[in-house]
Protein backbone atom coordinates (compact mmCIF):
# COMPACT_ATOMS: atom_id res chain seq x y z
CA UNK A 1 0.00 0.00 0.00
CA UNK A 2 1.28 3.57 -0.77
CA UNK A 3 2.21 5.93 1.88
CA UNK A 4 2.34 9.02 -0.20
CA UNK A 5 0.37 11.53 1.39
CA UNK A 6 -1.88 13.20 -1.42
CA UNK A 7 -2.67 17.11 -0.24
CA UNK A 8 -5.31 19.26 -2.44
CA UNK A 9 -3.47 21.94 -4.17
CA UNK A 10 -5.30 25.35 -4.05
CA UNK A 11 -5.88 29.14 -4.44
CA UNK A 12 -6.13 30.79 -1.59
CA UNK A 13 -7.60 33.45 -3.28
CA UNK A 14 -10.24 30.89 -4.76
CA UNK A 15 -10.93 29.11 -1.87
CA UNK A 16 -11.90 32.05 -0.02
CA UNK A 17 -14.44 33.42 -2.73
CA UNK A 18 -16.56 30.15 -2.42
CA UNK A 19 -18.62 29.42 0.59
CA UNK A 20 -19.44 25.73 -0.26
CA UNK A 21 -23.14 26.69 1.57
CA UNK A 22 -21.52 27.56 4.82
CA UNK A 23 -23.08 30.57 6.50
CA UNK A 24 -22.05 33.82 6.20
CA UNK A 25 -21.90 34.43 10.06
CA UNK A 26 -19.50 31.10 10.29
CA UNK A 27 -17.34 32.50 7.84
CA UNK A 28 -17.42 35.92 9.63
CA UNK A 29 -16.74 34.38 13.07
CA UNK A 30 -12.91 34.38 14.14
CA UNK A 31 -11.70 31.14 15.53
CA UNK A 32 -11.15 30.41 18.93
CA UNK A 33 -8.55 32.79 20.16
CA UNK A 34 -5.59 30.29 21.31
CA UNK A 35 -2.07 28.93 19.47
CA UNK A 36 -0.20 26.77 21.81
CA UNK A 37 3.32 27.57 23.41
CA UNK A 38 5.82 25.38 24.98
CA UNK A 39 7.47 26.77 27.91
CA UNK A 40 9.36 25.17 30.80
CA UNK A 41 6.66 27.21 33.29
CA UNK A 42 3.14 27.17 31.65
CA UNK A 43 0.85 29.07 33.16
CA UNK A 44 -1.79 30.21 30.12
CA UNK A 45 -4.84 27.92 30.28
CA UNK A 46 -5.63 27.94 33.83
CA UNK A 47 -5.50 24.19 34.16
CA UNK A 48 -4.78 22.43 37.47
CA UNK A 49 -1.07 22.08 37.89
CA UNK A 50 -0.98 19.00 38.77
CA UNK A 51 -2.08 15.82 36.87
CA UNK A 52 -4.84 12.61 37.95
CA UNK A 53 -3.63 11.16 40.82
CA UNK A 54 -1.80 7.92 39.53
CA UNK A 55 -3.70 5.62 41.72
CA UNK A 56 -7.05 6.93 40.60
CA UNK A 57 -5.57 6.69 37.04
CA UNK A 58 -4.90 2.54 37.74
CA UNK A 59 -8.16 2.49 39.35
CA UNK A 60 -10.21 4.22 36.08
CA UNK A 61 -7.92 2.21 34.10
CA UNK A 62 -9.03 -0.79 35.67
CA UNK A 63 -13.01 0.01 35.35
CA UNK A 64 -11.86 0.54 31.99
CA UNK A 65 -10.64 -2.77 31.03
CA UNK A 66 -13.84 -4.38 32.24
CA UNK A 67 -16.41 -2.31 30.44
CA UNK A 68 -17.29 -3.18 26.96
CA UNK A 69 -15.93 -0.90 24.44
CA UNK A 70 -18.50 -1.88 21.47
CA UNK A 71 -21.31 -1.15 23.31
CA UNK A 72 -22.77 2.62 23.07
CA UNK A 73 -22.92 4.38 26.67
CA UNK A 74 -26.02 5.94 28.48
CA UNK A 75 -27.46 7.49 26.24
CA UNK A 76 -27.17 10.50 28.32
CA UNK A 77 -24.65 9.74 30.82
CA UNK A 78 -27.64 8.96 33.51
CA UNK A 79 -25.25 6.29 35.55
CA UNK A 80 -22.71 9.21 36.03
CA UNK A 81 -25.62 11.99 36.35
CA UNK A 82 -26.69 10.26 39.73
CA UNK A 83 -23.33 10.15 41.03
CA UNK A 84 -23.05 14.09 40.29
CA UNK A 85 -26.13 14.60 42.08
CA UNK A 86 -25.03 12.97 45.28
CA UNK A 87 -22.02 14.44 45.14
CA UNK A 88 -23.14 18.36 44.54
CA UNK A 89 -26.54 17.72 46.39
CA UNK A 90 -29.04 17.84 43.08
CA UNK A 91 -31.60 15.65 41.44
CA UNK A 92 -30.12 13.75 38.80
CA UNK A 93 -32.90 14.56 36.70
CA UNK A 94 -31.38 18.13 36.75
CA UNK A 95 -28.39 17.38 35.30
CA UNK A 96 -26.77 17.16 31.70
CA UNK A 97 -23.70 16.12 30.88
CA UNK A 98 -21.30 17.10 27.88
CA UNK A 99 -17.25 16.24 26.75
CA UNK A 100 -16.62 20.47 29.03
CA UNK A 101 -19.14 23.07 29.65
CA UNK A 102 -17.95 24.74 26.18
CA UNK A 103 -20.35 22.63 24.68
CA UNK A 104 -23.29 23.66 27.05
CA UNK A 105 -23.15 27.33 26.36
CA UNK A 106 -22.93 26.93 23.20
CA UNK A 107 -25.83 24.21 23.41
CA UNK A 108 -27.69 27.50 25.68
CA UNK A 109 -26.81 30.04 23.35
CA UNK A 110 -28.52 27.58 20.58
CA UNK A 111 -31.18 26.56 22.50
CA UNK A 112 -32.54 30.35 24.27
CA UNK A 113 -30.36 32.65 21.94
CA UNK A 114 -30.57 31.69 18.27
CA UNK A 115 -32.69 34.20 16.76
CA UNK A 116 -33.27 35.66 20.16
CA UNK A 117 -30.91 37.78 22.48
CA UNK A 118 -27.36 36.62 24.22
CA UNK A 119 -27.00 38.87 26.89
CA UNK A 120 -23.62 39.28 28.61
CA UNK A 121 -20.51 41.57 29.81
CA UNK A 122 -17.33 42.66 28.32
CA UNK A 123 -15.26 41.39 29.03
CA UNK A 124 -16.13 37.73 29.48
CA UNK A 125 -15.10 34.48 28.37
CA UNK A 126 -15.19 34.81 24.48
CA UNK A 127 -17.02 31.63 23.80
CA UNK A 128 -20.43 33.40 24.95
CA UNK A 129 -19.32 35.88 22.04
CA UNK A 130 -18.53 33.22 20.01
CA UNK A 131 -21.56 31.37 19.55
CA UNK A 132 -23.81 33.50 19.64
CA UNK A 133 -21.89 35.28 16.61
CA UNK A 134 -21.88 31.60 15.49
CA UNK A 135 -25.49 31.21 15.56
CA UNK A 136 -26.89 35.21 14.77
CA UNK A 137 -28.35 35.80 17.77
CA UNK A 138 -28.75 39.65 19.11
CA UNK A 139 -25.71 40.05 20.85
CA UNK A 140 -26.15 42.45 23.98
CA UNK A 141 -22.56 43.03 25.77
CA UNK A 142 -22.25 46.11 28.31
CA UNK A 143 -19.09 46.72 29.39
CA UNK A 144 -18.05 46.31 32.88
CA UNK A 145 -17.01 49.08 35.25
CA UNK A 146 -13.84 50.33 35.10
CA UNK A 147 -13.30 48.42 38.85
CA UNK A 148 -14.80 44.79 37.27
CA UNK A 149 -18.06 45.56 38.95
CA UNK A 150 -21.09 44.40 37.11
CA UNK A 151 -23.55 47.23 35.40
CA UNK A 152 -26.50 46.18 37.23
CA UNK A 153 -29.02 49.42 35.96
CA UNK A 154 -28.00 48.57 31.91
CA UNK A 155 -28.23 44.70 33.13
CA UNK A 156 -31.65 44.69 35.12
CA UNK A 157 -32.48 46.98 31.96
CA UNK A 158 -32.47 44.60 29.30
CA UNK A 159 -33.48 41.65 31.77
CA UNK A 160 -36.55 43.17 32.40
CA UNK A 161 -37.44 43.37 29.12
CA UNK A 162 -40.26 40.93 27.37
CA UNK A 163 -37.59 40.11 24.92
CA UNK A 164 -36.45 36.15 24.98
CA UNK A 165 -32.76 34.79 25.27
CA UNK A 166 -30.20 34.01 27.26
CA UNK A 167 -27.54 35.97 29.82
CA UNK A 168 -24.34 34.76 30.46
CA UNK A 169 -22.85 35.23 34.33
CA UNK A 170 -19.17 34.05 35.19
CA UNK A 171 -18.97 33.76 39.10
CA UNK A 172 -16.04 33.95 39.66
CA UNK A 173 -15.56 36.21 36.75
CA UNK A 174 -13.61 35.23 34.00
CA UNK A 175 -11.20 36.93 33.13
CA UNK A 176 -11.00 39.42 36.09
CA UNK A 177 -11.39 36.51 38.64
CA UNK A 178 -14.16 39.44 40.63
CA UNK A 179 -16.85 37.83 42.55
CA UNK A 180 -19.77 40.01 42.57
CA UNK A 181 -21.66 40.24 45.42
CA UNK A 182 -24.60 38.00 46.02
CA UNK A 183 -26.56 40.53 46.63
CA UNK A 184 -26.10 41.87 42.54
CA UNK A 185 -26.15 38.13 41.47
CA UNK A 186 -30.00 38.06 43.03
CA UNK A 187 -31.19 41.56 41.94
CA UNK A 188 -30.00 40.42 37.75
CA UNK A 189 -32.61 37.17 38.43
CA UNK A 190 -35.16 39.35 40.12
CA UNK A 191 -35.31 41.38 37.27
CA UNK A 192 -34.93 38.60 34.75
CA UNK A 193 -38.36 37.68 33.50
CA UNK A 194 -39.73 34.08 32.87
CA UNK A 195 -38.94 34.38 29.05
CA UNK A 196 -34.56 34.40 29.97
CA UNK A 197 -32.16 31.67 31.11
CA UNK A 198 -29.85 33.20 33.56
CA UNK A 199 -26.87 31.28 33.10
CA UNK A 200 -24.25 31.32 36.02
CA UNK A 201 -20.84 29.71 34.64
CA UNK A 202 -18.96 28.47 37.91
CA UNK A 203 -15.77 27.01 36.70
CA UNK A 204 -13.75 28.46 39.09
CA UNK A 205 -16.42 28.20 42.02
CA UNK A 206 -14.26 25.65 44.13
CA UNK A 207 -11.64 28.30 44.42
CA UNK A 208 -14.03 31.42 45.74
CA UNK A 209 -15.85 29.83 48.51
CA UNK A 210 -19.14 30.96 46.94
CA UNK A 211 -21.74 28.48 45.32
CA UNK A 212 -25.21 29.55 43.82
CA UNK A 213 -26.67 25.78 43.88
CA UNK A 214 -29.57 27.15 46.76
CA UNK A 215 -30.86 29.76 44.07
CA UNK A 216 -31.68 26.64 41.66
CA UNK A 217 -34.73 26.07 44.27
CA UNK A 218 -35.52 29.78 44.19
CA UNK A 219 -35.44 30.44 40.19
CA UNK A 220 -37.03 27.89 38.15
CA UNK A 221 -35.28 29.83 35.02
CA UNK A 222 -31.32 29.37 36.40
CA UNK A 223 -28.98 27.53 34.83
CA UNK A 224 -25.37 26.45 36.71
CA UNK A 225 -22.35 25.44 35.00
CA UNK A 226 -19.72 23.22 35.97
CA UNK A 227 -16.73 21.59 34.99
CA UNK A 228 -14.35 18.83 35.79
CA UNK A 229 -11.17 20.77 33.93
CA UNK A 230 -9.77 23.46 36.79
CA UNK A 231 -10.15 21.66 40.10
CA UNK A 232 -10.83 18.29 39.41
CA UNK A 233 -7.45 18.34 37.13
CA UNK A 234 -9.48 16.92 34.46
CA UNK A 235 -9.14 19.18 31.62
CA UNK A 236 -7.98 16.50 29.20
CA UNK A 237 -11.11 13.98 29.59
CA UNK A 238 -13.30 16.80 28.31
CA UNK A 239 -16.10 17.18 30.58
CA UNK A 240 -18.68 19.40 32.02
CA UNK A 241 -22.62 19.28 33.36
CA UNK A 242 -25.37 21.63 34.06
CA UNK A 243 -27.62 22.28 37.02
CA UNK A 244 -31.53 23.23 36.48
CA UNK A 245 -34.27 22.38 37.01
CA UNK A 246 -35.86 19.01 35.42
CA UNK A 247 -38.12 20.60 33.43
CA UNK A 248 -35.19 22.99 31.84
CA UNK A 249 -32.37 20.50 31.63
CA UNK A 250 -35.10 18.35 29.61
CA UNK A 251 -35.21 20.82 26.63
CA UNK A 252 -31.37 21.14 27.02
CA UNK A 253 -30.55 18.23 26.87
CA UNK A 254 -32.54 17.96 23.28
CA UNK A 255 -29.85 20.34 21.38
CA UNK A 256 -27.19 17.72 22.26
CA UNK A 257 -26.19 14.70 20.61
CA UNK A 258 -27.10 11.37 21.89
CA UNK A 259 -24.40 9.40 23.54
CA UNK A 260 -22.00 12.60 23.94
CA UNK A 261 -20.11 11.11 26.81
CA UNK A 262 -17.91 7.92 25.66
CA UNK A 263 -18.08 5.12 28.65
CA UNK A 264 -14.29 5.87 28.88
CA UNK A 265 -14.84 8.91 30.02
CA UNK A 266 -17.49 8.26 32.35
CA UNK A 267 -14.81 5.46 34.07
CA UNK A 268 -12.65 8.41 35.19
CA UNK A 269 -15.36 10.62 36.35
CA UNK A 270 -16.83 7.94 38.35
CA UNK A 271 -13.68 7.39 39.81
CA UNK A 272 -12.92 10.86 40.20
CA UNK A 273 -16.16 11.30 42.33
CA UNK A 274 -15.65 8.35 44.66
CA UNK A 275 -12.46 9.43 45.64
CA UNK A 276 -12.60 13.26 45.28
CA UNK A 277 -10.27 14.11 48.66
CA UNK A 278 -7.74 14.95 46.33
CA UNK A 279 -9.36 17.91 44.86
CA UNK A 280 -9.79 19.81 48.39
CA UNK A 281 -5.62 19.40 49.09
CA UNK A 282 -5.23 20.64 45.52
CA UNK A 283 -8.04 23.86 46.17
CA UNK A 284 -6.24 24.41 49.61
CA UNK A 285 -2.85 24.92 47.78
CA UNK A 286 -4.66 27.04 45.21
CA UNK A 287 -5.46 29.25 47.67
CA UNK A 288 -2.45 29.30 49.62
CA UNK A 289 -0.23 30.16 46.58
CA UNK A 290 -2.20 32.93 44.80
CA UNK A 291 -2.32 34.47 47.88
CA UNK A 292 1.38 34.46 47.90
CA UNK A 293 1.78 35.58 44.62
CA UNK A 294 -0.70 38.75 45.00
CA UNK A 295 1.23 39.60 48.27
CA UNK A 296 4.53 39.46 45.63
CA UNK A 297 3.60 41.45 43.20
CA UNK A 298 1.19 43.70 45.27
CA UNK A 299 4.19 46.45 45.27
CA UNK A 300 5.44 45.57 41.98
CA UNK A 301 6.94 49.09 40.75
CA UNK A 302 5.15 49.46 37.16
CA UNK A 303 2.80 46.21 37.30
CA UNK A 304 -1.00 46.29 38.91
CA UNK A 305 -2.34 42.96 40.13
CA UNK A 306 -5.98 42.53 40.98
CA UNK A 307 -7.64 40.38 43.63
CA UNK A 308 -8.93 37.31 42.15
CA UNK A 309 -11.65 34.64 43.70
CA UNK A 310 -10.19 32.41 40.98
CA UNK A 311 -7.44 30.05 40.01
CA UNK A 312 -5.47 32.91 38.45
CA UNK A 313 -4.39 36.54 38.50
CA UNK A 314 -5.31 39.20 36.35
CA UNK A 315 -2.38 41.76 35.90
CA UNK A 316 -2.15 45.08 33.83
CA UNK A 317 1.06 45.77 32.80
CA UNK A 318 2.72 48.77 30.84
CA UNK A 319 1.98 46.62 27.19
CA UNK A 320 0.99 42.78 27.46
CA UNK A 321 3.20 42.29 24.52
CA UNK A 322 6.06 42.99 25.96
CA UNK A 323 5.47 41.73 29.20
CA UNK A 324 4.62 38.54 27.85
CA UNK A 325 7.56 38.21 25.07
CA UNK A 326 9.94 38.59 28.50
CA UNK A 327 8.48 35.80 30.84
CA UNK A 328 8.55 33.66 28.00
CA UNK A 329 11.75 34.82 27.36
CA UNK A 330 12.29 33.16 30.93
CA UNK A 331 10.55 30.37 30.44
CA UNK A 332 7.55 31.28 32.23
CA UNK A 333 4.05 31.31 29.81
CA UNK A 334 1.12 33.73 30.66
CA UNK A 335 -2.01 34.62 28.50
CA UNK A 336 -2.26 38.28 27.28
CA UNK A 337 -5.44 39.65 27.66
CA UNK A 338 -4.81 43.23 26.32
CA UNK A 339 -7.55 42.29 23.08
CA UNK A 340 -10.55 42.77 25.50
CA UNK A 341 -12.67 45.57 26.11
CA UNK A 342 -10.90 47.67 29.54
CA UNK A 343 -8.50 45.19 29.85
CA UNK A 344 -5.43 46.85 28.14
CA UNK A 345 -2.12 45.75 28.84
CA UNK A 346 -2.87 42.98 31.05
CA UNK A 347 -2.65 39.57 31.00
CA UNK A 348 -3.58 36.90 33.17
CA UNK A 349 -1.53 34.05 35.31
CA UNK A 350 -2.35 31.09 36.40
CA UNK A 351 -1.43 29.37 39.54
CA UNK A 352 0.83 26.80 39.26
CA UNK A 353 2.82 24.05 41.67
CA UNK A 354 4.93 26.40 44.11
CA UNK A 355 7.68 26.06 42.30
CA UNK A 356 6.36 27.26 39.30
CA UNK A 357 5.00 30.25 40.82
CA UNK A 358 7.65 30.95 42.47
CA UNK A 359 9.55 31.20 39.43
CA UNK A 360 7.14 33.73 37.56
CA UNK A 361 7.54 35.89 40.83
CA UNK A 362 10.91 36.04 40.31
CA UNK A 363 10.45 37.05 36.67
CA UNK A 364 8.10 39.22 37.28
CA UNK A 365 9.93 41.05 39.74
CA UNK A 366 13.20 41.62 37.44
CA UNK A 367 10.97 43.15 35.16
CA UNK A 368 10.79 46.06 37.65
Not at 199 to 224: M, T
Not at 258 to 274: D, K, R
Request: net charge negative.
Amino acid sequence: MSNVVRRWCYDAAVLNSINYGIRQAVRDAAEYPFSKIDAPVKLDQNESAYDFPTKLKTIALERMLHSDWNRYPDIHANSLSEKIAAHVGWQAEGIVITPGSNVLIHALAQAAGMRQRVLSVSPAFSLYALSSKLLEADLLEYPLNPDFTLPLTALKTQLEQATPGVVFLAEPHAPTGALHPIEEVEALLKAASEQWIVVIDEAYFEFSNRSHLALLGQYPNVCILRTFSKAWGLAGVRVGYLLANPMLATQIQKILSPFNVSGITQAVIETALEQPAYVQQRISEVITERARVYAALESHAIWKIFPSAANYHLIRTPDAKIAHAQLLEKGVLVRKQDSYLGLEGCIRVSIGTPAENTAFIAAALELE
